[in-house]
């Protein structure tokens, strides 16, 4: 009953009821319960149907608890305070002086220490994370490394950890663009290429607990190779530093970015390429699951402002539908987002008892 109000919005208990398939009885009790714990608050009547009496709304009390979301990069941390709508309350972002895991945790446990009304943690990177363990992480550079407990040590509180694009692929699929959607595909473009699936209103989690991987998709056998060695696929032209190398004289892809704005001819052939592996991935996405939506976020979405017809042709040479099925929303990043994300992990966590 507080996920149909949390995702779906304000709702009456006749409009709820059938969705969670309880009796009117019931879902009184349910909701006597949930305003006594400051959870859930009763704001009012509306006329919500043609016909009948004004109906009493529910509303979630979102500052009943608050969160504490936190991104680890290679050299920063983004931290927020959300509360349980993940209305972002305060954002915190700093360089991390070291990211040996000690002092990251003992960090961590600061910020907590000056916010005690905090009901949980979440903490998020980039990696394959087990039961609160950090399997294995690119940015920062770690192995086999425990979080969840010690932070919980240092703080006494809850701590959820997991990767971050499937902390961003909850985070949508709950508070974002696809609040209550069936299935949902998260493309992230950037340092990396993400993925996260929604499908029949759940997050996938593989058996080993692997991030869904599109990114090495074949785009052209001939293309240059990314990070893993293979060559020409999706990976290969849509990572940040790979399309700094690809352009000639530049050292990063903010220049690359520049250069092409300004017409540069090299710069524009190079987000050209990427723009057309990216219609593919999303073509290839589409194909792959049907989704309602198709969520596109990530520090490079410059690829997009500058190859939007690329994508396009790469979607319409892979997708084999009408591409009016394909519903592609393009969401404005930055990275306190990703901390956001990170306090929707942890509000998922004390909600259902999982991440």
């Not at 991104?71 to 700093?94: F, G, M, Q």
């Not at 930055?334 to 998922?348: C, G, M, N, P, V």
Request: with cysteine; glycine share 12%; proline share 5%.
């Amino acid at each position: 009953m507080l996920l149909e109000v949390l995702i779906h919005g304000p709702r009456s208990r006749a409009e709820i009821a059938p969705r969670v398939r309880l009796s009117r009885a019931t879902l009184t009790r349910a909701a006597r319960v949930l305003v006594g714990h400051g959870l859930l608050v009763e704001g009012g009547t509306e006329l919500r149907s043609s016909t009948g009496r004004p109906s009493e709304i529910l509303h979630v009390r979102g500052e009943a608890h608050h969160f504490l979301g936190v991104k680890l990069t290679a050299d920063r941390l983004y931290a927020v305070v959300a509360d349980l709508t993940a209305t972002v309350t305060e954002a915190v972002e700093e360089p991390l002086p070291s990211t040996d895991p000690d002092e990251v945790v003992a960090r961590i446990a600061e910020l907590a220490a000056d916010r005690p009304w905090l009901t949980g943690i979440g903490v998020t990177l980039g990696g394959v994370v087990r039961d609160g363990v950090v399997v294995d992480a690119g940015f920062p550079a770690w192995k086999s490394v425990a979080l969840a407990a010690p932070v919980t040590r240092a703080t006494g509180l809850p701590v959820a950890v997991d990767n971050d694009v499937q902390a961003l692929t909850s985070a949508e699929h709950w508070f974002g663009a696809g609040a209550g959607v069936g299935s949902m595909v998260l493309i992230t473009v950037g340092a990396g290429v993400g993925t996260g699936l929604i499908i029949d209103g759940k997050l996938v989690q593989g058996a080993h607990r692997l991030p869904p991987r599109f990114a090495h998709l074949l785009v052209d056998p001939e293309g240059p190779r990314c990070g893993y060695g293979h060559r020409g696929c999706a990976s290969s032209y849509l990572m940040g530093h790979v399309i700094a190398r690809r352009v000639d004289g530049c050292d990063t892809f903010d220049e690359a970015v520049e250069r092409a704005r300004a017409g540069d001819p090299g710069a524009q052939e190079v987000f050209a390429e990427a723009g057309y592996a990216l219609g593919v991935l999303i073509g290839h996405a589409a194909n792959f699951l049907d989704p309602e939506k198709i969520l596109l976020t990530g520090d490079g979405l410059p690829i997009h402002e500058l190859a939007t017809g690329q994508i396009r042709d790469g979607i319409e040479d892979t997708y084999e539908g009408d591409l009016a099925l394909i519903d592609l929303n393009v969401q404005p990043f930055d990275f306190s987002e990703w901390a956001r994300a990170a306090a929707a992990l942890a509000i998922k966590s004390a909600i259902t008892g999982t991440t």
